[in-house]
Nanobody, 121 residues
């Protein structure tokens, strides 16, 4: 049974940083591409970044490409999202997800429960 659990959300002031982690279990982690999404109240879910199986390739949504960095550590079955220069509009629930294909438009099969990020002005 695949399980993804996000950590690291919280309250931060505008301009600050957070690093989210997503730990996977029940899966051969290196067989899956991973991505981060977010959903703000009243808005559609938005894909932010994706990382390939090895971690060598990454791709970002334009809204975050200069501020967020996705990475993974296959020895720890964990994917990360480093978020810098946070803005109030980054406030959302953040989710990680896994896919057997790579890319922002891939079909993501398994999802974590989400972690809340709140950025105060």
């Amino acid at each position: 049974q695949v399980r993804l659990v996000e950590f690291g959300g919280g309250l931060v002031q505008a301009g600050g940083s957070l690093r989210l982690s997503c730990a996977a279990s029940g899966v051969t982690f290196s067989n899956y591409a991973m991505a981060w999404f977010r959903q703000a109240p009243g808005k559609e879910r938005e894909v932010l970044a994706a990382v390939s199986w090895s971690g060598r390739r990454t791709v970002y949504a334009r809204s975050v490409e200069d501020r967020f960095t996705i990475s993974r550590d296959n020895s720890k079955d964990t994917v990360y999202l480093q978020m810098n220069s946070l803005k109030p509009e980054d406030t959302a629930v953040y989710y990680c997800a896994s896919s057997q294909t790579y890319g922002l438009g891939a079909s993501y099969d398994y999802w974590g429960q989400g972690t809340q990020v709140t950025v105060s002005s």
